[in-house]
C-alpha cells in the first residue's frame, strides 16, 4: 500500500534540515530532524562537525561552500554563524589543550623521578617559507620516551583587525577609538621596537621591523619565563638545532636566577652536518683532477648515496653512544677508517663485528678480500676527511653527549600545517 502525503521541509540551517511528513488521510505529522542540538546551546551538531572538519582539512568557508556544491548539498551557515561555531568550538580546544599540557608536564616530571627540573625540546616554525613570514608559531615538547607537547605559542608582525579598522579612522573616528581600546591585537613582535601606534604607515613599517627568524629565540623565551607560574617547573636543559640563537639568547636573558640552561643537540640535525659537508665538498671539488687522476663524484666514485649513508652511519652511532664520549669518538671514525682500509693497510680496530664483514671473516677464520671495485677510491675519502675531522673531533662530539631529538616538535608541526597550508592565507 503507497502512503498519501506531503513532505515539507520546515527548516533548514546550514546543513541541518528539519523534514515534516504529513499523512492525507489521518492528518498525523511526523517529524525528522538530520542532527541533534549541541548539548549546550541552540547549535546543531551536523553545522559544529562541519566547523571543525573544515579547519582539520585546513578549508576556510568558501572552500566548504565549493566542496557542498560540488556534492549538490545545501550551503554551509551563513559566514557570521559560521565564525561563531569556530569559537565555540575554540573555547572547548583550548580547554583540552591546557589539560593536555599540564597532564604531559606530570608525566614528564613522574619519568624524571619526581624532579621539577626538566629536559625539554623546542623549535619554531612560520606559516610561509622562508625568513619574510609574518606568522610564526613555537612548541616545547618533553623528552621522554613518549614525548608530548607542553606548551606553546605564536608571534606576529601583523595585525590585520588593525590594518581593515584603519578605515574607520576618519568616517567615524569615536567606533575607531572605541575598536582601538577594546580589540587584542595581533601585533605582538616588532623586532628592536616595543611600542605600538596607531598611525597607519607605522603600523606597516612595525610589521616588517625585526627578522621572522628572531621570532623563534623570542617565543621560546616567553615559553621559558612562564613555565614557574604555569608549572612550577623549570627547563634547565633545553634541546634544540645547530642554531645557537636560542640558547644565546636564554643564556643572556636568563630565565630563572641561579640556573644556567644546559644546551642539547638534537641528534638528527647534528648527524644532517655530515651530509651537508660532504655535498658542499662535492659542489667545491667540481671540475677538479684528484690525486689519482679522477673526478670527485661519478660512478666508481663518491655518489650521492654514499654521502647519505655516511650520514645514517654517523646519526646511528650518535643514537647508540650518546652517553659514552670515547665510545662514540671511536664509533664516529670506524665509519671512516672501514671505508679506508684495503687489503695492505686494514683498519678495523674500532669496527663492529656486527656490522663489519672483515671482523666477521676473522672470527671464523677466513681470509677477507677489500673489493677495490665496490670500495670508495681513497683519493676521495682524503678529500671528506676534514668533514670528519670537524664533526668527529672529542669537542664537537661532545655537544651530542646526551642529546635528545627535535622529533616530537616536527611531528606537531607536520600536523599543524595540514590545518594551516603553507600555501593559502591565513590571519
Not at 4 to 23: P, T
Not at 119 to 143: E, M
Not at 157 to 185: P, Y
Amino acid at each position: 500500500m503507497l502512503w498519501e502525503g506531503s513532505i515539507a521541509i520546515k527548516e533548514r540551517n546550514g546543513l541541518y534540515v528539519q523534514v515534516e511528513f504529513m499523512c492525507n488521510n489521518c492528518k498525523s505529522c511526523t517529524t525528522l530532524y538530520s542532527s541533534p542540538k549541541m548539548p549546550t546551546g541552540r547549535r546543531h551538531e551536523i553545522n559544529i562537525r562541519l566547523a571543525i572538519g573544515s579547519t582539520l582539512c585546513g578549508l576556510g568557508r568558501d572552500g566548504v561552500m565549493k566542496l557542498l556544491g560540488a556534492l549538490n548539498l545545501p550551503p554551509p551557515i551563513q559566514e557570521h554563524k559560521y565564525r561563531e561555531a569556530q569559537e565555540f568550538v575554540l573555547d572547548y580546544i583550548e580547554k583540552a589543550q591546557e589539560q593536555s599540557m599540564a597532564t604531559a608536564v606530570e608525566e614528564a616530571v613522574a619519568a624524571a623521578g619526581g624532579v621539577r627540573d626538566l629536559v625539554v625540546s623546542g623549535d619554531g616554525a612560520w606559516l610561509t617559507r622562508g625568513y619574510s613570514s609574518l606568522h610564526g608559531i613555537a612548541a616545547l615538547c618533553s623528552t621522554t620516551a613518549n614525548p608530548k607537547v607542553i606548551d606553546t605559542t605564536w608571534s606576529s608582525k601583523n595585525c590585520s583587525k588593525c590594518l581593515g579598522a584603519e578605515s574607520l579612522r576618519h568616517t567615524n573616528f569615536d567606533l575607531f577609538s572605541t575598536f582601538q581600546e577594546n580589540h587584542e591585537c595581533q601585533l605582538n613582535f616588532t623586532g628592536t621596537f616595543y611600542e605600538l601606534y596607531t598611525n597607519l604607515l607605522f603600523i606597516i613599517s612595525l610589521s616588517n621591523t625585526g627578522a621572522s627568524g628572531a621570532m623563534e629565540k623570542l617565543m621560546i623565551h616567553e615559553m621559558f619565563c612562564r613555565s614557574l607560574s604555569k608549572y612550577k617547573i623549570k627547563y634547565i636543559s633545553y634541546v634544540g638545532d645547530g642554531d645557537a640563537k636560542v640558547h644565546n639568547f636564554l643564556t643572556n636573558n636568563p630565565p630563572y636566577s641561579g640556573v644556567t640552561i644546559k644546551k642539547l643537540e638534537d641528534t638528527n640535525h647534528f648527524a644532517k652536518r655530515m651530509l651537508s659537508r660532504i655535498k658542499k665538498i662535492k659542489q667545491e671539488s667540481k671540475g677538479k683532477t684528484l690525486s689519482d687522476g679522477k673526478r670527485f663524484s661519478g660512478k666508481g666514485r663518491m655518489t650521492d648515496a654514499h654521502a647519505i649513508k655516511f650520514k645514517i652511519y654517523f646519526a646511528k652511532a650518535i643514537r647508540e653512544s650518546k652517553t659514552d664520549l670515547d665510545k662514540l669518538y671511536k664509533k664516529s671514525w670506524a665509519i671512516f677508517n672501514h671505508h679506508y682500509s684495503t687489503d695492505r693497510e686494514p683498519m678495523h680496530d674500532w669496527c663492529d663485528s656486527q656490522w663489519c664483514k672483515y671482523l666477521q671473516a676473522d672470527l671464523k677464520g677466513e681470509q677477507y678480500q677489500h673489493n677495490s671495485k665496490l670500495a670508495i677510491p681513497r683519493a676521495c675519502l682524503d678529500l671528506i676527511k676534514p668533514a670528519f675531522e670537524e664533526l668527529c673531533s672529542p669537542t664537537s662530539l661532545a655537544r651530542v653527549i646526551g642529546g635528545g631529538s627535535q622529533n616530537a616538535n616536527e611531528a606537531f608541526h607536520s600536523l599543524l600545517w595540514t590545518m594551516v597550508p603553507k600555501h593559502r592565507f591565513c590571519s
